[in-house]
């Protein structure tokens, strides 16, 4: 596995191998890996000649309040587990390097963006849109794949790669969850063992919701009002967001169909955690 720190290197690797006629897929992350990035660069694999793996902790996608400052950043260990599989690259630009002093530009994905994670995030899916298009023009990649987990960081992206004409495949990953249906996320190694407890009522959540539509509940109020009922029976847990979407547009649903995803979000201490998944799941 090599390691690029600047984009001039990584741009002339990749015109390289495109000259040399190979694809090469493109997996963006921040670093703290673990078995869902795994299953993301294996999928890759399967998709691509060469496996491009970044990793950047992004400051135009945090807050001022929230935990830039304290990501965790365990480099060496992420570079062990990216050399025992199959990546090619480990792109690992400097902040003051991708952002040179003068930086202004950003890419903005309007709408979509405004709901969700967006309406009490302001400026982070600007800030996501803006690094992935900087990493594509940078990586050239032929397809590119991101989990689903992040519902509307997915269809930003898509959106972006639609309007800005990418020529680029986005391939949407599901889902890795733990035994007990915790969604893996770099996030979680905050948790106490209490708090992760407590993390668990999005998959109970999940599971109630599964139920009831099964049963015959198409009312998304009702099933959203016996939803924070249920998850603020832990005072340990605060919601963000409960609601429940169209796949396409990410639109609210007053009655589900085989497209509604239920998103989450909560706050458990300090960390703040995101679940969804479809309410009448995939065949």
């Not at 191998?17 to 897929?25: P, T």
Request: charged share 20%; glycine share 6%; hydrophobic share 40%.
């Amino acid at each position: 596995m090599e390691i690029i720190n600047t984009v001039p290197a990584m741009t002339a690797w990749s015109n390289q191998r495109i000259k040399a006629g190979a694809s090469i897929a493109l997996i963006p992350t921040m670093g703290c890996l673990h078995e869902g990035h795994q299953a993301l660069i294996n999928e890759a694999a399967r998709r691509a000649d060469e496996v491009v793996v970044s990793i950047f902790v992004n400051p135009l996608q945090f807050g001022p309040n929230e935990d830039f400052s304290r990501y965790p950043r365990p480099f060496d260990n992420d570079c062990a587990i990216l050399s025992a599989l199959k990546t090619s690259v480990l792109f690992a630009p400097e902040a003051q390097l991708f952002y040179p002093e003068g930086f202004t530009t950003s890419v903005a994905v309007q709408g979509l963006t405004d709901g969700l994670c967006g309406a009490t995030r302001p400026g982070h899916f600007t800030g996501v849109t803006t690094v992935v298009a900087k990493l594509f023009n940078s990586v050239k990649p032929t397809v590119a794949l991101f989990g689903k987990k992040d519902l509307q960081q997915l269809a930003a992206i898509k959106a972006m790669v639609r309007d800005l004409n990418f020529d680029i495949d986005i391939i949407g990953h599901p889902i890795v969850r733990d035994a007990d249906g915790l969604a893996l996320s770099s996030r979680n190694r905050y948790l106490t063992i209490t708090e992760r407890s407590s993390a668990l009522c999005l998959t109970k959540a999940m599971t109630s919701a599964r139920q009831w539509v099964t049963q015959g509940m198409t009312d998304c109020c009702i099933i959203l009002d016996r939803l924070r009922d249920q998850i603020t029976t832990d005072p340990a847990v605060t919601i963000d967001y409960l609601t429940i979407v169209q796949e396409s547009n990410l639109a609210p649903q007053t009655k589900t169909d085989h497209q509604s995803i239920l998103a989450m979000a909560i706050k458990i201490g300090s960390t703040r955690l995101i679940d969804n998944d479809h309410l009448i799941p995939e065949e």
